[in-house]
């Protein structure tokens, strides 16, 4: 068998190698290492694969958000609310640009903020709601956008975990996640389900105004060159990862198919085990799982880790602290006890492996080792 990985990008760069590697001296060869032609290719054919107005390509995912929060002239006090269960970076910008981030709990099932729960947490001083798609499904977009409309408030989709997540609307009409909010942060950390060879960023927009000025603050607020308008950052998709981009983002739909297999081995093995919770996935989206999350009960859940790595089976904790329970973000605003769903899963969730190359003798592996320590 195969050593099992969290994430298996050399199978998978095995697979497209030739293709890669031609992309890449392609560049090499052009010297347009920076805003080259291979940057708009990628961009146009993600506009189109995403149905969406606008891509503007930048250097990381935390980026894409910092940058949309920018563009949208968000300013210092002003109160953005975002989910508590979620990667640093999407409070980390808020902090750095010195707004109010004001966390909600989320959903016990999808692990997404509760949109209940956002109604409850709006102040005059709301400004933006930051919904993150996490681990591959979407928020309850519909409800999200209906809130934000009636309170006159920016919703920024934190997408970097979901690309090619499609979100149905009570209407019937699908829109793919990212790009039914005001503007989206996108990430091709080399990990994400389309991934670069280093690291790379977008934002997402239908707006042609904010798309303008998204394009603005990416280029140090520069609008005629040399002439300033605004401060803004510096922040580029290279012209090699975004090569690499554009040949990736044409295996997207076979990835997320492979993705998907995957998922289901996982779901079948732990079907209605009274010990091992499966994500439910909301009916108003897809899953194109970025990772299988399980959610432990009456098990110690760390011991379950460990006996995974005796196996040589890798399993990580998503996100084992929540927002207001780290260092960084003590707020007195915020105790233990404040966001229990989140607390309760960031004791007892882990995620095993999920990626595009598992073969059925690593998941039959995989599943046998976790149902062997749960039936002990
Ligand atoms: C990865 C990720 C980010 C940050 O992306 P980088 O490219 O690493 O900066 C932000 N939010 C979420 C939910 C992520 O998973």
Redesign the pocket.
Known sequence: MNEIRMVDLKGQYDKIKSEIDSAIHQVIDSTAFINGPAVQDFQKALEEYLGVKHVIPCA????A?QVAMMGLHMQPGDEVITTSF??I??AEVIALLGLTPVLVDVDPDTFNIDPEAIRKAITPKTKAIVP?H?FGQAADMEAIMQIAQEHNLYVIE?T??AIGAKFTFSDGTTRQAGTIGHAS?M???PS?NLGCYG?G?AIFTNDDTLAQQLRVVVNHGMVVRYYHDYVGVNSRLDSIQAAVLKVKLGYLDQYIKARRKAAAFYDKAFANHPKLKTRVTAPFTTHVYHQYTLVTKDMDRDALQKFLASKNIPAMIYYPVPMHMQKAYQDPRYKEGDFPVTEHLSKHVISLPMHTELDEEQLKYITDAVLEFANR
Do not use: P, W
Not at 60 to 63: E, I, K, L, R, V
């Open positions: 990381n995912g935390t980026a958000l979620t990667f970076a999407t993150v996490l934190d970097c975990q942060g990430s091709f950390f994400k690291d960023g």
